[in-house]
């Protein structure tokens, strides 16, 4: 068997959505998975559809999420261009269409915008989709009709002449067998009226010349593929394997669109996701592994990916599957890149002078994504106003009044403590809670309360102390005692 090559073609038109990373996923772990390679080919023929800096986010996405691809602009394969635009400039799709033109299989259309208007749309033979198909009607022009028009400097398209009877017949590896009668078949543009190649010539003759051997794509192509399927034909190519990726929605069951505000990866990164969890989330959406698994890094993926194990049915966009699977990179990453991730969201919230590094370790574990850290640590800049209500808790069996009497005793206690470490603090507050014979959590629970001002904070009294300091810790507890104290 042939190297296994893939492809990534994106056209730059913004933002890379959910959907194409994924396709760019699929296809470098069908290479990779059997040590083929991985190409990136862009597709710029439409040139209306052009977005500055769209180039830019492509390559720094793929370079970004590990995807590195073996060939494309800027590493040369042998099989380049591997730019439409500059594809084109050689004249290269104008002479493969004059091939087909030759050879009867594509013809020049010279029908104007009013008569393509009026052209009346059929509905399919099962009632269902409507679909409008070319007439052929400059599939009759004479040769020298076709001549003078064209030495006239009369706009044109050319047109692949698609038989009218009998039905087409192609295998998606993901959808299986799929027939369409060939009369709904368009007699589509290969060449346009700018002298750009559609999308629809460009793929099949870039996909054959670059050797591409599966063709991994969004399944929005799938009622495309068989009218490609006649395009090899009439050349002679051997059809590549199709591999149609389903449909993302969102939650509603929709097609995953930019309202949802998270259907892109510049979104999910700016949204305060990290990349490794976008892959790992991506890579789940249409594929599951044979075993439990959910968690993987791009190597484990390369080695678990089988597109034979992919699924036609929509895959649904999970938000909140994202965010746990985000939490769960979380706890695991390096602190230091952790640090540097977070800080800026710390800074957001905490001005003053703390240990910044601390407050970090305590949010690590408990946070999905970076923003969940200005509501978590908010309370270390200023004590927020809070009901003495939250000193009562029935598991701890404290109240308002027990609560006011631990306090009073503890700021005795830490008034005359130097050591205001984590460690430093346990040990006193835990002296105190064997000498008095409480538990625990019926001294730590008023504590907390008093320092925080919060039912939930990250990490115990202990820990909010050691960042907040004594001075800034004892006026808390001071207040607490005042206010109980009403
Ligand atoms: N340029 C197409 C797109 O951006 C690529 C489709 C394909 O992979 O063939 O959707």
Same mark, same amino acid.
């Given at each position: 068997?042939?190297?296994? %090559?893939?492809?990534?073609?994106?056209?730059?038109?913004?933002?890379?959505?959910?959907?194409?990373?994924?396709?760019?996923? *699929?296809?470098?772990? $069908?290479?990779?998975?059997?040590?083929?390679?991985?190409?990136?080919?862009?597709? =710029?023929?439409?040139?209306?559809?052009?977005?500055?800096?769209?180039?830019?986010?492509? *390559?720094?996405?793929?370079?970004?999420?590990?995807? $590195?691809?073996?060939?494309?602009?800027?590493?040369?394969?042998?099989?380049?261009?591997?730019?439409?635009?500059?594809?084109?400039?050689?004249?290269? +799709?104008?002479?493969?269409?004059?091939?087909?033109?030759?050879?009867?299989?594509? +013809?020049?259309?010279?029908?104007?915008?009013?008569?393509?208007?009026?052209?009346?749309?059929?509905?399919?033979?099962?009632?269902?989709?409507?679909?409008?198909?070319?007439?052929?009607?400059?599939?009759?022009?004479?040769?020298?009709?076709?001549?003078?028009?064209?030495?006239?400097?009369?706009?044109?398209?050319?047109?692949?002449?698609?038989?009218?009877?009998?039905?087409?017949?192609?295998?998606?590896?993901?959808?299986?067998?799929?027939?369409?009668?060939?009369?709904?078949?368009?007699?589509?543009?290969?060449?346009?009226?700018?002298?750009?190649?559609? *999308?629809?010539?460009?793929?099949?003759?870039?996909?054959?010349?670059?050797?591409?051997?599966?063709?991994?794509?969004?399944?929005? +192509?799938?009622?495309?593929?068989?009218?490609?399927?006649?395009?090899?034909?009439?050349?002679?190519?051997?059809?590549?394997?199709?591999?149609?990726?389903? #449909?993302? @929605?969102?939650?509603?069951?929709?097609?995953?669109?930019? /309202?949802?505000?998270?259907?892109? *990866?510049?979104?999910? $990164?700016?949204?305060?996701?990290?990349?490794?969890?976008?892959?790992?989330?991506?890579?789940?959406?249409?594929?599951?592994?044979?075993?439990?698994?959910?968690?993987?890094?791009?190597?484990?993926?390369?080695?678990?990916?089988?597109?034979?194990?992919?699924?036609?049915?929509?895959?649904?966009? =999970?938000?909140?599957?994202? !965010?746990?699977?985000?939490?769960?990179?979380?706890?695991?990453?390096?602190?230091?890149?952790?640090?540097?991730?977070a800080e800026p969201y710390i800074k957001e919230v905490v001005t003053k002078?703390y240990?910044l /590094?601390?407050i970090a370790? #305590?949010v690590?574990?408990?946070i999905?994504?970076f923003p969940d850290i200005r509501e978590q640590i908010d309370f270390f800049e200023e004590?927020p106003?809070?009901?003495?209500?939250?000193?009562?808790?029935?598991?701890?069996? @404290?109240?308002?009044?027990?609560?006011?009497?631990?306090?009073?005793?503890? #700021?005795?206690?830490?008034?005359?403590?130097?050591?205001?470490?984590?460690?430093? #603090?346990?040990?006193?507050?835990?002296?105190?809670?064997?000498? !008095?014979?409480? !538990? @625990?959590?019926?001294?730590?629970?008023?504590? /907390?309360?008093?320092?925080?001002?919060k039912?939930?904070?990250p990490?115990?009294?202990?820990?909010?102390?050691?960042?907040?300091?004594?001075?800034?810790?004892?006026? /808390?507890? %001071?207040?607490?005692?005042?206010?109980?104290?009403?």
């Amino acid at each position: 068997m042939s190297k296994v %090559r893939t492809r990534f073609a994106p056209s730059p038109t913004g933002r890379m959505h959910v959907g194409n990373l994924r396709t760019a996923l *699929y296809a470098y772990l $069908i290479a990779k998975h059997e040590g083929g390679d991985f190409m990136l080919r862009i597709e =710029d023929t439409d040139q209306e559809r052009f977005v500055d800096g769209a180039l830019e986010i492509i *390559y720094h996405t793929l370079e970004e999420t590990g995807l $590195i691809h073996d060939e494309g602009p800027d590493k040369d394969g042998g099989v380049g261009p591997y730019v439409q635009s500059e594809r084109n400039a050689s004249g290269l +799709y104008l002479q493969y269409a004059k091939q087909l033109i030759d050879q009867g299989d594509a +013809y020049y259309c010279f029908c104007d915008k009013e008569r393509l208007d009026s052209l009346k749309s059929k509905v399919s033979e099962d009632g269902g989709t409507e679909i409008v198909v070319y007439d052929k009607h400059c599939l009759g022009l004479g040769k020298e009709e076709v001549e003078a028009n064209l030495a006239a400097g009369k706009p044109y398209v050319i047109r692949f002449n698609m038989p009218t009877e009998g039905t087409t017949t192609f295998h998606d590896e993901i959808y299986g067998d799929i027939s369409v009668p060939n009369e709904e078949l368009d007699d589509l543009i290969l060449i346009k009226s700018d002298g750009y190649p559609t *999308y629809n010539f460009a793929n099949v003759i870039d996909d054959h010349l670059m050797g591409i051997t599966h063709v991994v794509r969004g399944n929005e +192509y799938l009622s495309s593929a068989p009218k490609y399927n006649k395009i090899y034909e009439a050349f002679g190519w051997e059809v590549p394997v199709y591999v149609h990726c389903p #449909l993302i @929605t969102d939650e509603n069951h929709k097609k995953l669109s930019k /309202r949802c505000g998270h259907s892109s *990866y510049e979104d999910l $990164i700016d949204q305060g996701f990290v990349k490794e969890a976008v892959v790992n989330y991506v890579a789940l959406l249409g594929w599951c592994p044979s075993d439990n698994q959910e968690i993987f890094s791009l190597e484990e993926l390369v080695k678990a990916f089988d597109y034979r194990h992919m699924s036609k049915s929509p895959a649904v966009f =999970d938000i909140v599957k994202l !965010k746990w699977m985000n939490g769960e990179y979380l706890k695991a990453m390096d602190f230091d890149r952790f640090y540097g991730m977070a800080e800026p969201y710390i800074k957001e919230v905490v001005t003053k002078p703390y240990d910044l /590094r601390k407050i970090a370790s #305590l949010v690590k574990t408990r946070i999905e994504i970076f923003p969940d850290i200005r509501e978590q640590i908010d309370f270390f800049e200023e004590l927020p106003e809070y009901d003495t209500t939250m000193y009562c808790h029935k598991k701890m069996k @404290t109240n308002e009044e027990n609560s006011l009497e631990v306090l009073k005793d503890v #700021l005795d206690i830490l008034k005359g403590q130097d050591d205001f470490s984590n460690d430093g #603090l346990f040990a006193a507050l835990k002296g105190y809670v064997d000498e !008095k014979g409480y !538990k @625990t959590g019926f001294v730590m629970w008023p504590v /907390r309360t008093a320092v925080s001002g919060k039912q939930n904070t990250p990490g115990g009294a202990t820990e909010i102390m050691e960042i907040l300091g004594k001075e800034e810790s004892l006026a /808390r507890i %001071r207040k607490g005692i005042e206010l109980l104290s009403k």
